[in-house]
């Protein structure tokens, strides 16, 4: 007997040494296609494969998958790329577009005939942004970057170089210096919306990102949301409070040498209140905006008044949408006597503050940096599960299984509602 199990396991072991020989001509065969094949190989690093961990189990929230996304975390074993090999990657369009997916996406009918726009203002971490833009890509959408003109050379090369290769992404056609809670901030989202507007593609809406945004939904999915609204838009809208002194106060953006400060500092001189008797609300810098009401922004005298009154406030992008959208008879107007849009209300962001977790959310599970979380794996559910439509914020330097995770779980969503 035993000869022959001996003999039937080398059968086995030629046979399947003959399959592993063939997947490995496969791959010098791929390989083989030169230098640029193994750096687009790079470019996808799949840990979760590497690794043996299994999304559904951390959506789960099985203690030992996650456990094993802790292990990765406590041994920064994630390796990002960096800018300048997105930049490179991007020399050649043709294979970067076809490694990447970026061909190779399904859509609806429903989604062809509601396009949405999207504002992106990044500054660094192309891989990242990368990442994003892919997460969010259809080919009938319309996207704008906006970099900062202090951003390093790789990663301007790197934008440029997405834009040149993804068809409708483009830079915006002007680029601001973007200081911390300065107008620039809001003028950056303002460039790429008048640039949106020029745009041949006739999105229904526009939503802004940042660079560690990411999407807790299909376009699909959005484009149904999105439906719903019916016009209006979807921003923070709240009363002032405490937060009247950004704009009782001018503010200076520069000291005397002309150089500017890390963010505007107050001066004891009164601003005169905001021009055409407008009520002030705070927000969020960031928003859901209908057609309608960007060209409202964008012509209206009322808004061009405001926007320079604007300029000497502290962080106006956080109170120029918020104010805008209570302007008696814009489009998609909510009453100013209408009670306050909290950003649980508004589904655009889901953002975690460190002063209200156990109160309104369980604890960060990645880290909080200047009270803000940035997830970790173990927030997989919860965010998904929220309602909310981008998460902020998201490093693969903190925690690279969730955003793994999250892409994972945003294909098989695709995949299904394709099936459908
Ligand atoms: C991942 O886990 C789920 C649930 O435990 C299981 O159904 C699925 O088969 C697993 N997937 C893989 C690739 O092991
Ligand atoms: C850029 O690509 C070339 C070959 O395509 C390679 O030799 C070089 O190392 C790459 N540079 C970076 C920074 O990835
Ligand atoms: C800047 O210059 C003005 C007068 O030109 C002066 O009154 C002011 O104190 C200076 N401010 C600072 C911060 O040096």
């Given at each position: 007997?035993?000869?022959?199990?001996?003999?039937?396991?080398?059968?086995?072991?030629?046979?399947?040494?003959?399959?592993?020989?063939?997947?490995?001509?496969?791959?010098?065969?791929?390989?083989?296609?030169?230098?640029?094949?193994?750096?687009?190989?790079?470019?996808?690093?799949?840990?979760?494969?590497?690794?043996?961990?299994?999304?559904?189990?951390?959506?789960?929230?099985?203690?030992?998958?996650?456990?094993?996304?802790?292990?990765?975390?406590?041994?920064?074993?994630?390796?990002?790329?960096?800018?300048?090999?997105?930049?490179?990657?991007?020399?050649?369009?043709?294979?970067?577009?076809?490694?990447?997916?970026?061909?190779?996406?399904?859509?609806?009918?429903?989604?062809?005939?509601?396009?949405?726009?999207?504002?992106?203002?990044?500054?660094?971490?192309?891989?990242?942004?990368?990442?994003?833009?892919?997460?969010?890509?259809?080919?009938?959408?319309?996207?704008?970057?906006?970099?900062?003109?202090?951003?390093?050379?790789?990663?301007?090369?790197?934008?440029?170089?997405?834009?040149?290769?993804?068809?409708?992404?483009?830079?915006?056609?002007?680029?601001?210096?973007?200081?911390?809670?300065?107008?620039?901030?809001?003028?950056?989202?303002?460039?790429?919306?008048?640039?949106?507007?020029?745009?041949?593609?006739?999105?229904?809406?526009?939503?802004?990102?940042?660079?560690?945004?990411?999407?807790?939904?299909?376009?699909?999915?959005?484009?149904?949301?999105?439906?719903?609204?019916?016009?209006r838009n979807m921003v923070e809208s709240k009363w002032p409070g405490g937060k009247k002194i950004r704009w009782s106060v001018h503010h200076l953006l520069k000291n005397n040498d002309s150089e500017y400060y890390d963010f505007p500092v107050s001066t004891p001189e009164e601003k005169p209140p905001p021009p055409h008797n407008i009520e002030m609300f705070v927000g969020s810098a960031y928003f859901t905006l209908s057609r309608e009401f960007v060209y409202f922004v964008h012509w209206s005298s009322l808004a061009k008044d405001f926007l320079a009154w604007s300029e000497d406030t502290f962080s106006?992008?956080?109170?120029?949408?918020?104010?805008?959208?209570?302007?008696?008879?814009?489009?998609?107007?909510?009453?100013?006597?209408?009670?306050?849009?909290?950003?649980?209300?508004?589904?655009?962001?889901?953002?975690?503050?460190?002063?209200?977790?156990?109160?309104?959310?369980?604890?960060?599970?990645?880290?909080?940096?200047?009270?803000?979380?940035?997830?970790?794996?173990?927030?997989?559910?919860?965010?998904?599960?929220?309602?909310?439509?981008?998460?902020?914020?998201?490093?693969?330097?903190?925690?690279?299984?969730?955003?793994?995770?999250?892409?994972?779980?945003?294909?098989?969503?695709?995949?299904?509602?394709?099936?459908?």
């Open positions: 007997m035993k000869p022959l199990k001996l003999h039937l396991k080398l059968r086995n072991v030629i046979f399947v040494f003959g399959t592993l020989g063939l997947l490995c001509t496969t791959v010098i065969f791929l390989r083989g296609n030169g230098e640029k094949q193994e750096a687009g190989l790079s470019l996808r690093q799949q840990l979760t494969v590497k690794y043996g961990i299994n999304c559904t189990k951390i959506y789960e929230m099985e203690p030992v998958e996650v456990g094993k996304s802790l292990v990765i975390r406590k041994q920064k074993i994630y390796k990002g790329l960096t800018d300048a090999a997105i930049a490179n990657a991007t020399i050649d369009c043709e294979w970067f577009v076809s490694s990447q997916g970026y061909n190779d996406i399904q859509v609806t009918e429903s989604e062809r005939e509601f396009p949405l726009a999207y504002s992106l203002v990044v500054h660094q971490d192309a891989a990242l942004v990368e990442r994003l833009l892919r997460a969010v890509y259809v080919p009938h959408n319309i996207y704008c970057i906006h970099y900062d003109r202090k951003s390093s050379t790789d990663f301007m090369l790197a934008m440029n170089g997405l834009a040149r290769c993804i068809p409708n992404v483009f830079i915006a056609s002007k680029l601001e210096r973007v200081q911390y809670a300065g107008i620039s901030r809001l003028r950056a989202d303002l460039n790429c919306l008048s640039d949106l507007l020029d745009s041949e593609v006739k999105w229904k809406y526009v939503i802004n990102l940042c660079g560690q945004d990411f999407p807790l939904r299909t376009n699909a999915e959005l484009v149904s949301d999105l439906k719903g609204l019916k016009g106006p992008d956080e109170h120029f949408w918020a104010t805008l959208v209570r302007v008696p008879g814009v489009p998609g107007e909510v009453p100013r006597s209408d009670p306050e849009i909290s950003e649980l209300i508004s589904k655009t962001h889901l953002v975690k503050w460190s002063y209200l977790e156990n109160d309104l959310y369980p604890e960060c599970t990645g880290v909080s940096v200047r009270s803000v979380c940035i997830y970790g794996a173990a927030e997989l559910r919860w965010l998904l599960n929220y309602g909310h439509w981008f998460a902020n914020k998201v490093d693969p330097t903190v925690d690279p299984v969730l955003i793994e995770c999250l892409e994972e779980k945003l294909e098989e969503k695709r995949r299904r509602l394709a099936v459908n």
